[in-house]
């Protein structure tokens, strides 16, 4: 049996990186809630300091709810992160070589630092206006 190329190993370790990171934080995610007032997990930052909400705000409360197919809480924690973890996992893929011809277009997107940039940024000050619609992105 021939191990491995070299090339192959270093493709596919951001995703097994990425996958045992996973595993772990729904393993850990199941057993603690973030709610609770003195929950181990961290909260943000940010937040604490500023009183402003950051684009993560509300991923851990996010995630959690996921873990608990509690789509709508996730929704309401984080509605960014809800959207663009399927498009995080597919660009995670299309790190490792799986790559149809289909998504190039949507890759090219994904790819790009300034469409990220723009989106986090714009996120986190839409999220922070006080008015209607714009108060539902804030965490809660």
């Known amino acids: 049996m021939a191990l491995p190329s070299r090339t192959t190993l270093a493709r596919w370790a951001p995703t097994a990186l990425v996958a045992s990171l996973g595993a ?3 393993v850990v995610l199941r ?3 973030p709610y609770g007032a003195n929950s181990p997990l ?3 930052p940010l937040y604490a300091l500023t ?3 950051c684009p993560g705000c509300g991923s851990t409360r996010c995630l959690y709810s996921l873990v608990h197919f509690d789509w709508q809480g996730a929704f309401a924690m984080n509605p960014l992160l809800v959207v663009s973890l399927p498009f995080l996992l ?3 893929l299309h790190g490792a ?3 149809p011809r289909v998504l190039e277009p949507l890759m090219r997107v994904l790819a790009s630092p300034m469409f990220w940039l723009v989106l986090l940024v714009g996120y986190a000050v839409l999220r922070n206006l006080p008015w ?5 992105l804030a965490p809660g």
């Open 24 to 26: 772990g934080a729904v």
């Open 90 to 92: 597919l660009m995670l």
């Open 132 to 136: 209607m619609p714009f108060a539902w």
């Open 97 to 99: 070589g799986i790559r």
């Open 51 to 53: 009183g402003l909400y």
């Open 42 to 44: 961290p909260g943000c």
């Open 31 to 33: 057993n603690v809630s």
